[in-house]
């Protein structure tokens, strides 16, 4: 597919998430297959304000590319604002958040909030797109609430602002991220626009993305949580969709392999004491799936140092040897 004139060579891209999908995860999932990653959200009132931490978040390693940075705010000239100054990271894009459902981020009238005001996100996308020289997309959910499901309008509404792609959340803000998703709000906006969507919601396998792109016909399928001790899965969705190949997880040796790789990227970023302390989730998320998981979960809360996590992936692969903790 293509955003703007910017070439996707791949059929699964990596879902901004805030608190996760920092530098460290993206360069580990787009070494195994991720097709775009995107930033996590940053504030376009930190970055006008100078917020050295939202300027951290904007950091673009040359080998993520293509990759698009991602903006909340609801005001248009501080957006507009935002994405110049986000354009020192050199993203391909500019993504507009309109779907964080966050209780701290919608109560401002940010993320899904703006979905009650179309006209808004419109003006929100055509702001942007006149400030920077790269495509602008937006990430939608089905809507607010059940009550409030306006997918396809707002979709139209970015359209118009000039918005190059849409991505659609198939579930509306009060869901947050329980069950159902709902895949048919994603065709409907497909058959709306005449621009690219991109399908999220429940991708945690390649059939699953088989599956979104056949009952949704978006363009190209999103993965959020489905990635999450599991970076994989981006490989596995394109040996599926390209040659029909069920490629299975790979063994425990090398889920913890590519766990130390990312650390240790971490590490280089943010300095061992923080890297060490937010790798913990992810060292949870790796283990899943193993016989006695609770026992190594609760073993990767108390990791603070590269060798402590050297020493927990000996005893995860130790467990996995023998079937047990």
């Not at 280089?268 to 913990?280: I, S, T």
Request: hydrophobic share 45%; with cysteine; charged share 25%.
């Amino acid at each position: 597919m293509k955003i703007g004139q910017l070439d996707i060579q791949g059929k699964a891209a990596l879902a901004p998430m805030a608190g996760v999908a920092d530098r460290a995860f993206r360069r580990i999932c787009v070494e195994n297959g991720a097709a775009y990653v995107t930033s996590e959200m940053v504030s376009c009132k930190g970055l006008c304000f100078e917020d050295e931490k939202s300027r951290e978040l904007l950091f673009l390693d040359e080998r993520e590319h293509p990759a698009a940075v991602q903006l909340f705010g609801d005001d248009p000239d501080r957006m507009a604002r935002a994405a110049e100054l986000a354009m020192d990271s050199r993203p391909d894009v500019i993504d507009i958040n309109m779907g964080c459902p966050a209780p701290k981020i919608a109560g401002n009238g940010c993320g899904s909030a703006l979905m009650r005001r179309p006209e808004l996100c419109r003006q929100l996308v055509a702001a942007v797109c006149a400030a920077v020289p790269v495509p602008v997309t937006a990430k939608i959910r089905k809507g607010y609430s059940h009550e409030e499901t306006n997918a396809v309008e707002v979709a139209l509404a970015c359209e118009a602002g000039g918005a190059a792609a849409i991505t659609v959340h198939g579930r509306t803000r009060d869901q947050m991220y329980a069950p159902p998703v709902d895949w048919e709000i994603i065709r409907q906006v497909k058959q709306a626009v005449r621009i690219p969507v991109i399908g999220n919601g429940d991708v945690d396998s390649a059939r699953a993305a088989a599956a979104l792109y056949e009952q949704s016909g978006c363009d190209l399928v999103m993965v959020g949580r489905g990635a999450l001790g599991a970076p994989w899965i981006f490989s596995q969705i394109e040996a599926y969709l390209t040659h029909g190949v069920v490629l299975p997880d790979p063994p425990f040796s090398r889920r913890m392999s590519l766990l130390l790789r990312q650390a240790e990227l971490a590490v280089a970023f943010k300095g061992e004491r923080v890297a060490l302390r937010e790798m913990r989730k992810h060292a949870a998320w790796y283990v899943k799936g193993l016989r006695g998981a609770a026992a190594l979960r609760a073993a990767a809360g108390q990791v603070s140092t590269l060798d402590e996590l050297r020493d927990f992936c000996r005893r995860v692969i130790e467990a996995a040897e023998i079937g047990t903790v």
